[in-house]
């Protein structure tokens, strides 16, 4: 499952093409190869290749012309090109174009590795640098929202109190855990509403049913809140348990989301037990490693299509346990797709939600601590967690990968 660098090949000589194409994947890197430009450019979408690498002389769309357009279609590809032309200006009008580097045929094969292993380290790196420059938009973007409450807080709340919305959005608001701030609308409000008459204070109904349907939704998140401040205030208790001990803990709270949230029509499929699970340690606390396999798998039940199955793997190396949730990549109201890698880091801070909409086939709080939650369990317990975005085979009904979510967690074993 481990996230592979992928590179396009367009080469019409069948010899030319196997042979680039065998040799690239024996140093594992992911190979599309295609005989002609046309099913190249079919193929190719932005971000689906670190690196393109094309013949300049096809019949049809030749090499020139496909570079052309993958580059109005993403200036930022990396494109490298064979050709057997060797003359200096033919060579610079070819690199004029935007491509990063240039094999002259015949290939030497440790010459291409070489250069090749230097173009994907330079993809990574733009490709990174690029997500940390989205990171910090979307941080911006995070306090321009919670500006952007301030001032709407600061106007007289009983000019909204007109609207006939008044009341849906507040209660909209506060169900879809828009944060505090909202509830100390409410309630501020219903200060401010509430009539002193023989010695008993009234209030409209409506102020008074929000409150009541947001209570126990406060009281989740202030235990949420009890429990973080005691992990990082007072280490929990960790002992020796066998791996089979955990893939139990898994099964059960697998069997208990099944039932609670088969109305949804989505599942949860966990991975066989392993023979060896019995004879592997950790250091581990049950009690809370069961928070994180519920809020989990209740993530990935949140953040997928309609009738998902979403798979629990889990495995070990000699090293660690290694446990995936992997569910298929579900699109937000906000046009988000999964896990982008500029969303990786910001999904484990508190309050941020990457979906802002109301979730109504699982009865949760949606209040944005879950994942903090579930990474100070994991880091305690000297582990990390990672979610990310993959493409893979398995999950796709057709020859082309599906997009899918993995969060994958490591906790290293007793040696």
């Known amino acids: 499952m481990n996230q592979k660098n992928r590179i396009l090949i367009a080469e019409d000589d069948p010899s030319s093409g196997q042979l680039l194409q065998d040799f690239l994947r024996t140093h594992k890197y992911e190979v599309d190869w295609f005989h002609n430009g046309k099913e190249a450019l ?17 019949p049809g769309m030749d090499g020139r012309e496909l570079v052309e357009k993958i580059k109005s279609i993403d200036p930022s ?184 949230y088969r109305k949804t029509g989505k599942s949860l499929q966990l991975s066989e037990c392993k023979p060896s699970f019995e004879s592997k340690f950790i250091m581990g606390n049950l009690q809370y490693l069961d928070k994180c396999w519920k809020e989990l798998c209740i993530n990935g039940l949140k953040f997928s299509p309609p009738n998902s199955n979403i798979v629990i793997l889990v495995n070990h190396t000699d090293t660690d346990i290694e446990i995936s949730f992997i569910n298929p990549a579900y699109t937000t109201n906000s046009k988000i797709t999964g896990i982008p890698i500029e969303y990786e880091n910001i999904i484990f801070e508190p309050f941020y939600r990457i979906d802002h909409s109301l979730n109504q086939e699982l009865e949760t709080n949606d209040l944005g601590l879950g994942l903090s939650y579930v990474k100070n369990i994991i880091n305690q317990h000297n582990g990390t967690i990672r979610l990310q975005n993959h493409n893979d085979h398995a999950f796709s009904n057709s020859d082309s990968p599906s997009l899918i979510v993995v969060a994958q967690l490591k906790i290293p074993l007793l040696q």
């Open 42 to 58: 079919d193929s190719y979408s932005p971000n689906k290749y670190n690196i393109v690498i094309s013949d300049i002389e096809m």
């Open 77 to 260: 590809q990396i494109v490298m090109i064979t050709t057997v032309h060797n003359d200096p200006s033919e060579i610079i009008g070819i690199m004029q174009n935007g491509v990063y580097d240039y094999f002259i045929k015949p290939i030497k094969l440790v010459d291409v590795i070489n250069r090749i292993n230097n173009a994907v380290e330079y993809s990574n790196l733009k490709t990174y640098a690029s997500a940390i420059e989205k990171e910090k938009l979307i941080r911006l973007e995070e306090q321009v929202r919670w500006f952007k409450w301030m001032e709407e807080r600061k106007n007289d709340v009983s000019q909204a109190e007109s609207k006939d919305s008044f009341f849906y959005n507040l209660r909209t608001s506060l169900t879809q855990g828009a944060g505090f701030g909202q509830l100390v609308t409410v309630l501020e409000k219903l200060v401010k509403s509430a009539k002193l008459e023989d010695n008993r204070y009234w209030i409209k109904p409506q102020l008074m049913e929000i409150v009541q349907e947001n209570l126990l939704s406060a009281r989740n998140a202030i235990n949420t809140f009890i429990e973080i401040d005691k992990m990082a205030s007072d280490y929990f208790q960790l002992e020796k348990i066998n791996l089979d001990s955990v893939y139990k803990s898994i099964e059960r709270s697998i069997h208990e989301i099944n039932s609670a």
